[in-house]
C-alpha cells in the first residue's frame, strides 16, 4: 500500500516577472515502509518535492495524496492535522528550539495535540532513549553535538509515530562518522519500526544505504 503519491505534478513560482518551473509533471509512488531517497542537484526540485509530500505546499497542477488523502483544497487546519498525525519531519539544520531543552523540543509534537504531561513526557524521554540520548535529554541545543542534536531532531520526528519521516539533507552538517552513526539508526528504526523515509540528498554515503534512489534534474524525474 502506498504512503504518497505524486500523479502528474507541477509546481510553478512567480519571481517577479518570471516563472520558476520547479516541478514539471513528475508521477511518483512511495510504499509503506520503504527507506528512498530523491537525489539532484541544488535547484533540481528536491526541496520543492518534500515540501509537497509535506503538505506544506500545493501544487500547481496534478495530485500529492498522503496516506490517501489528495491535499490540494485541504483547509489549513486540516494540513495541520494531517502533518501532526502523519508526518515526521527532520530538517538539514535541525531547527530546534533554542531555550528548550532536548526533552521538551521533543514533547512539543505531543503537546500540540493535548494529553497528560506525564504521558507526554513518558513518550518523549522514551524516544530520546530509543537514540541514544538519556543523559542528554535536560541539555539545550548549544550544549549538544551536531550528532546529538540531529538524534534530537530524529526523536521529535518519530515521538508522533509517523507513518511518513521527510528528511531534507540529514547528514549535510556532520562528519562522516557520525553521518554513518545518524544513517544506521533511521536504517534502524526503518528496519524495526516499518517507518517510511523519503530523504532528499546528494550524500552518497546515504545513498549507498537505501532500497531506491530517485534521481530529479530540472524537476523532472530522469530514473
Keep these: 500500500m502506498s504512503i504518497l503519491e505524486f500523479n502528474k505534478v507541477k509546481k510553478e513560482y512567480r519571481l ?76 538539514q539544520n535541525f531547527n530546534l528550539v533554542s531555550v528548550l531543552t532536548a526533552l521538551e523540543n ?11 504531561t ?39 520526528a518519530l515521538v508522533t509515530n509517523p507513518l511518513l519521516v521527510l528528511a531534507d539533507e540529514p547528514t549535510a552538517n556532520l562528519d562522516h562518522e557520525t553521518a554513518q552513526s545518524i544513517i544506521d539508526l533511521m536504517k534502524e528504526l526503518n528496519e524495526k519500526e516499518g517507518v517510511t523515509f523519503l530523504f532528499s540528498t546528494h550524500d552518497q554515503r546515504l545513498i549507498n544505504e537505501v532500497k531506491r534512489v530517485v534521481r530529479i534534474d530540472d524537476g523532472k524525474i530522469v530514473q
Design 118 to 156: 506525564a504521558d507526554i513526557r513518558g513518550e518523549a524521554s522514551q524516544r530520546l532513549d530509543d537514540v541514544g540520548l538519556a543523559d542528554f535529554m535536560r541539555h539545550r541545543p548549544d550544549k549538544l553535538s551536531g550528532g546529538q542534536r540531529q538524534r534530537v531532531a530524529i526523536a521529535r
Design 16 to 91: 517577479g516577472e518570471t516563472t520558476v518551473r520547479a516541478l514539471r509533471g513528475v508521477d511518483l509512488t512511495v510504499g509503506k515502509g520503504e527507506f528512498i531517497a530523491v537525489l539532484g542537484a541544488s535547484g533540481s526540485g528536491k526541496t520543492t518535492l518534500l515540501n509537497l509530500a509535506g503538505a506544506i505546499d500545493e501544487p500547481t497542477e496534478g495530485e500529492v495524496r498522503v496516506n490517501g488523502q489528495a491535499i490540494s483544497g485541504m483547509a489549513d487546519n486540516a494540513k495541520a492535522e494531517l502533518r501532526n498525525r502523519t508526518i515526521g519531519y527532520i530538517f
Design 106 to 116: 521533543v514533547m512539543l509534537s505531543l503537546q500540540i495535540r493535548g494529553g497528560r
